[in-house]
């Protein structure tokens, strides 16, 4: 199947910092991708959705200035946590899709990011 | 978006299969049913889909309701590496804000004997 690699798998910064999160799809070219925010015990919450060269939908309660997609190419996704504090640690996964009518029904998703802020 | 229901746990013995139900009874028209689960500390990753019909692949066998409102995943025989949280889904395959969105839910967890 295809490949969507995250890195790096964990960081721990201190408050106030800045984390940048990076997503890339190894074989397929992604012309969406999503990022997830999962707390312990929790499910997965979709934060945004970004079509390549466009700007990023974020879902409802999730701060845009906060939480920087960038989505410039079909095989990069970044996001960058602005002024991280600790209720920011979490566990952050993305996700992408190709084209076609087959890809396009199918997410593949990165082995996440653990992020603890201090 | 419909909502999906799903047994909050299941247990199974290796070798065994298993049968993971989950109930989508406000399920529309163009609504798919996808299957994702979760292994420990890892990100989702994509099991199966069906829209109307039956589908198999190499992972697992998916059974479609013909009313559509209910759907069981199947794996033929369970190892120690299906345990996971397993998360039924549907997702609008039409334009739209929600198209390719998928909103998990709290998905099954599938705990595997020895």
């Known amino acids: 199947g295809a490949v969507v690699s995250q890195h790096p798998s964990r960081v721990i910064c201190k408050s106030g910092t800045s984390v940048k999160i990076e997503c890339r799809s190894l074989?397929?070219?992604?012309?969406?991708m999503f990022w997830y925010r999962q707390f312990p015990k929790q499910s997965l919450m979709l934060m945004a959705t970004s079509n390549e060269g466009s700007k990023a939908t974020y879902e409802q309660g999730v701060e845009k200035d906060k939480f920087l997609i960038n989505h410039a190419s079909l095989t990069l996704s970044t996001l960058t946590v602005t002024s991280a504090h600790p209720e920011d640690s979490s566990f952050y996964i993305c996700?992408?899709?190709?084209?076609?009518?087959?890809?396009?029904?199918?997410?593949?998703f990165g082995a996440g990011t653990r992020l603890s802020v201090l | 978006d419909a909502k999906t229901t799903q047994p909050n746990s299941m247990e199974s013995n290796e070798e065994e299969p298993v049968h993971l139900p989950c109930n989508h009874s406000?399920?529309?028209?163009?609504?798919?049913i996808h299957w994702y689960r979760q292994l420990p500390s890892q990100g989702p990753e994509y099991v199966i889909h069906g829209l109307t019909s039956n589908v198999n692949n190499r992972m697992a066998s998916l059974a479609i309701a013909e009313d559509r409102k209910s759907s069981t995943l199947i794996l033929h025989r369970a190892t120690l590496r299906d345990a996971a949280v397993y998360y039924c889904i549907l997702r609008d395959f039409r334009g739209g804000t929600s198209y390719g969105k998928l909103t998990f839910g709290q998905g099954t967890i599938l705990t595997v004997h020895p």
């Open positions: 406000t399920i529309s028209g163009t609504d798919y």
């Open positions: 074989d397929f070219q992604a012309t969406t």
């Open positions: 996700s992408a899709r190709g084209r076609g009518e087959w890809a396009k029904n199918i997410q593949y």
